[in-house]
């Protein structure tokens, strides 16, 4: 039987919190036909032995590799033909009820092409999964000398992310990866993720694409998901180098989709901001390895975007 939901999870050393994930797959099911898709990247913890032992209760696609997100993703994809996805991280849990919200909401209008739930953290507390994308000079700016301590409230959750409370339905620009509902449709119509970035921004490119294509993107605070966030990432990396990886992609979204005049605008403002930062921290005696990490970046990527005729993305 055709499925109309393929949900889609891509593992990577994910042990307990994958166990926890499908568990609660079958503790809350959609109502609709539905095929849970597991894409392991060359799982060494033991979480590929227990895929394998799952049987047909999901569709497995083992790579020899870790090939990154997005690519697992676009191999999903390319695996069912269900004309909704659903992607979830491997170490986040669905309540009951959030994927027949999901649904629900996708099937209201042809123009929805995506749907995020609200996310809360383990302790029960809000993750904020709604973003401006791509960021600008004002904003960064705003944030970082806490000026929208001075904006009236309306404007400040204009700003979203930590900003903005996730209380009410949103058409918006930028929605978590970590769940998130997808139309085929969207997918034929703009393609999959692009591959050239492994993990980190891969999400904030695809939504650029999509509203840029016209399709909307809704969050949809009554469908509930809890995300562990980054239980998989800290085996891979330290801190550092996950803000490093985080850095990376930000700054690729930016050399393929942003003009080479707003690109140099945000990176001379970043820099700015962050050799600020130093100064106070400095000032504070304060701890300067993220910092400075963060002001190297920027620097790197300014040099390389004023010196290239067209950096390669």
């Known amino acids: 039987m055709q ?3 393929a949900i889609i999870i891509v593992n990577w050393n994910g042990g307990d919190f994958l166990r926890r994930c499908l568990a609660s797959l079958d503790q809350f099911p959609p109502q609709v036909q539905y095929t849970i898709v597991v894409v392991d990247n060359a799982s060494s913890d033991g979480s590929r032995d227990w895929l394998d032992s799952l049987g047909d209760r999901i569709r497995l696609i083992a790579n020899k590799e870790n090939v990154g997100f997005g690519r697992a993703n676009n191999q999903a994809f390319a695996a069912t033909d269900a004309p909704l996805l659903f992607l979830l991280n491997s170490d986040a849990e669905v309540h009951e009820g959030t994927l027949d919200t999901l649904v629900a909401t996708i099937n209201e209008s042809e123009k929805i092409g995506a749907v995020g739930p609200r996310l809360l953290n383990t302790d029960g507390t809000l993750q904020p999964s709604v973003w401006r994308n791509p960021p600008s000079p004002g904003e960064m700016i705003v944030i970082a000398f806490g000026l929208f301590r001075l904006l009236p409230k309306r404007q400040r959750e204009s700003l ?5 409370d996730h209380s009410h339905r949103l058409s918006a620009h930028m929605l978590s990866a970590a769940a998130l509902l997808l139309k085929r449709k969207v ?3 703009v393609g999959g993720f692009d591959e050239r970035f492994h993990m980190y921004g891969e999400d904030n490119e695809l939504a650029l694409r999509m509203v840029r ?3 909307l993107m809704l969050f949809e605070p009554k469908a509930t998901v809890t995300h562990h966030a980054g239980k998989s990432t800290e085996r891979r990396w330290s801190d550092l180098e996950k803000l490093a990886k985080k850095y ?3 700054f690729r979204l930016q050399r393929i989709h942003l003009s080479r005049g707003a690109a140099v605008a945000n990176l001379m403002t970043g820099y700015g901001l962050a050799t600020i930062r130093q100064v106070w921290l400095t000032l504070r005696r304060r701890p300067l390895e993220e910092n400075r990490l963060v002001r190297r970046l920027y620097g790197d990527e300014l040099r390389q975007m004023l010196s290239a005729t067209k950096p390669n993305a």
Do not use: M
């Open 160 to 164: 979203l992310g930590i900003h903005w």
């Open 213 to 215: 294509s016209g399709w």
């Open 248 to 250: 990376e992609g930000f």
């Open 3 to 5: 499925s109309d939901l």
């Open 187 to 189: 997918i034929e119509d």
